[in-house]
């Protein structure tokens, strides 16, 4: 049966196609020469095929003129790591408890599997991608992140080396993007003393996306959006539906960072904010150079 998120291209019409491509002309002009950063989700990248199409659209973005940034996740490889290691990883208001030999294995999994995997990718599509940690020309200063309790503010929780991003250093991105590369970032941060943090992706793309005036912010996951009680998708949502929606218990685990990171990059000028479903081929692409409205956008107000 075919399946109507993955329609079979040789079967639309050369004039369809050709409409399809005439519609993208506005996009690529709105947005050419303007900085994306799109976080591609653990969870989205879990189907080869899917991580291929991925990095074949943003080598596409990149060759019309538009300058992504990626910051990767990848959640699900901590924790199949951690497996492996007789580990179960375990989560407070969705950042990983991370003791020390958790903090080795993120290190490895991340920078050394995951972000290398994605530059491989890109570069096998045609584009120059460059792997980076926090740590790379002093991207990501961070320090301990101080967890107050989500319902009882007058309670803490130590996570271990999560990291609260203090700076972000965007020369070394900004050089790169000059230079007709790709960044791939990793969300690793590094402190005072040189120690590692293990930092929520969404959070780092947040910021970066802040930092470097982003024209949008793109975040790859494995649900259509962010949804409500009866998990129907909410395509629209302000600042105060959002805090709403976290009063109410209707965002918890990873969707809580994804959209504090979001509204975070609505809120200091970010003009386009949007949660998409990285599960559906090109979704990227359909969310940047179509018409199609998609997955939730985050408003500032
Ligand atoms: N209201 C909500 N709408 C959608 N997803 C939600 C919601 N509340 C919690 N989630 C969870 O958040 C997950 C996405 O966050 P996360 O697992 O961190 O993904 P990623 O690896 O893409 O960052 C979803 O798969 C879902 O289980
Ligand atoms: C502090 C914290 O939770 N860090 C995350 C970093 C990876 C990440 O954010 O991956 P996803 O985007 O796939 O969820 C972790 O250890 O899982």
Same mark, same amino acid.
């Given at each position: ?12 019409? *050369? &004039? ?11 996009? /690529? ?44 996740? %990848?959640? *699900? ?9 007789? !580990? ?28 290398? +995997? /994605? ?24 320090? !301990? ?5 989500? =319902? ?26 000059? +230079? ?6 990793? *969300? ?32 790859? =996951? ?26 109410? %218990? ?44 998609? %997955?939730?956008?985050? &408003?500032?107000?």
């Amino acid at each position: 049966m075919s399946n109507p998120a993955d329609p079979d291209l040789s079967k639309i019409a *050369p &004039r369809e196609k050709a409409e399809i491509l005439a519609q993208a002309l506005p996009y /690529i002009r709105k947005f050419h020469g303007k900085t994306l950063v799109i976080k591609y989700g653990g969870n989205a990248m879990t189907d080869p095929a899917l991580q291929a199409d991925f990095a074949e659209d943003v080598v596409l973005l990149k060759l019309v003129g538009m300058n992504p940034v990626v910051v990767h996740g %990848g959640g *699900p490889q901590i924790e199949t790591a951690l497996k492996r290691l007789g !580990k179960t990883g375990h989560f407070i208001q969705g950042m990983r408890v991370t003791d020390e030999e958790t903090m080795e294995v993120v290190e490895w999994v991340l920078a050394g599997e995951v972000q290398q +995997d /994605i530059v491989g990718l890109i570069n096998q599509a045609g584009g120059k991608a460059v792997g980076l940690t926090g740590r790379d020309g002093g991207l990501i200063r961070a320090q !301990k992140l101080k967890m107050v309790d989500n =319902t009882d503010p007058t309670k803490e929780h130590d996570v271990g080396s999560v990291g609260d991003i203090v700076a972000i250093d965007p020369s070394v991105v900004k050089a790169l993007q000059d +230079d007709a590369f790709i960044p791939v970032i990793s *969300p690793i941060g590094f402190g005072e003393q040189n120690e590692s943090y293990n930092i929520n992706a969404d959070v780092v793309a947040g910021k970066l996306a802040t930092v470097l005036k982003a024209e949008k912010l793109v975040l790859l =996951t494995n649900t259509p959006g962010v949804l409500d009680k009866a998990g129907k998708l909410l395509t629209d949502l302000t600042a105060r539906e959002i805090d709403e929606l976290f009063a109410d %218990g209707t965002i918890s685990g990873g969707m809580l960072p994804k959209i504090a990171g979001a509204l975070d990059a609505a809120k200091s000028g970010v003009n386009a904010v949007h949660i998409i479903d990285g599960r559906v081929p090109h979704a990227m692409l359909l969310e940047i150079l179509t018409d199609q409205a998609y %997955g939730t956008m985050i &408003r500032s107000h």
